[in-house]
């Protein structure tokens, strides 16, 4: 299957920085990208579509200042949370999209992050 | 955001029995899919289905898009202690949509 990596796996931050993480498919490109949040013992939440050479798409009640999406290229898209306070502590994954009839989206490992 | 209605949320059973989960939704999908995930990681594909009323296997796994194409079943036969996770299905309604995903269900297998 089509490989989605994520960097980093896990980051411990201090309140008022600002994080990135990346999500990059390796082996094939990706049009459109998706970032999702989870909380522990709960399902994937969708934050935003984001797409290649053009604005992400937000989800209601996510902020898109404090969550800036940068998909720059087809294999690389970036989600920073500016900013990062502890309440946005949590597990990041993005997934990619294969692209054509059936469009099945692979998941990254998904980026711990803890904000002190 | 809309999630889909999954059950069981957790199941404890014994090595070797089968077992049975499923995803309702009050909307049409046209694409089911199941997916795994181990603690810290991301969700791994297990099976998608493209077409209502479709039957796939995938070793021990069989699920089935539902003909109403409301819903979907997974079922694992002769669990084994490697099938804890947490299991999750999801829907799309097109190709190159948001997947919108269940609750999860919550499997643990006593050796």
């Known amino acids: 299957g089509a490989v989605v990596s994520q960097h980093p796996s896990w980051v411990i931050c201090k309140s008022g920085t600002s994080v990135k993480i990346e999500c990059r498919s390796l082996d094939f490109q990706a049009t459109t990208m998706f970032w999702y949040r989870q909380f522990p013992k709960q399902s994937l939440m969708l934050m935003a579509t984001?797409?290649?050479?053009?604005?992400?798409?937000?989800e209601q009640g996510v902020e898109k200042d404090k969550f800036l999406i940068n998909h720059a290229s087809l294999t690389l898209s970036t989600l920073t949370v500016t900013s990062a306070h502890p309440e946005d502590s949590s597990f990041y994954i993005c997934?990619?999209?294969?692209?054509?009839?059936?469009?099945?989206?692979?998941f990254g490992p998904g980026t711990r992050l803890t904000v002190l | 955001g809309q999630q889909l209605n999954q059950s069981p949320q957790s199941m404890f059973i014994q090595e070797g029995e089968d077992v049975s989960m499923n995803c309702t939704s009050s909307s049409i999908f046209n694409t089911w899919l199941w997916y795994k995930q181990d603690p810290g990681e991301g969700p791994v594909l297990l099976i998608a289905?493209?077409?209502?009323?479709e039957l796939t296997s995938n070793g021990r796994l069989t699920a089935q898009f539902g003909i109403t194409r409301k819903d979907s079943f997974l079922n694992i036969s002769a669990s084994i202690p490697s099938d804890v996770g947490i299991y999750f299905c999801?829907?799309?309604?097109?190709?190159?949509?948001?997947?919108?995903f269940g609750g999860g269900t919550r499997l643990m297998v006593k050796p």
């Open positions: 289905l493209y077409k209502a009323g």
């Open positions: 999801a829907g799309q309604f097109n190709a190159g949509n948001m997947l919108t």
């Open positions: 997934s990619a999209a294969v692209g054509g009839d059936t469009d099945t989206q692979y």
């Open positions: 984001s797409n290649e050479g053009s604005k992400a798409t937000y």
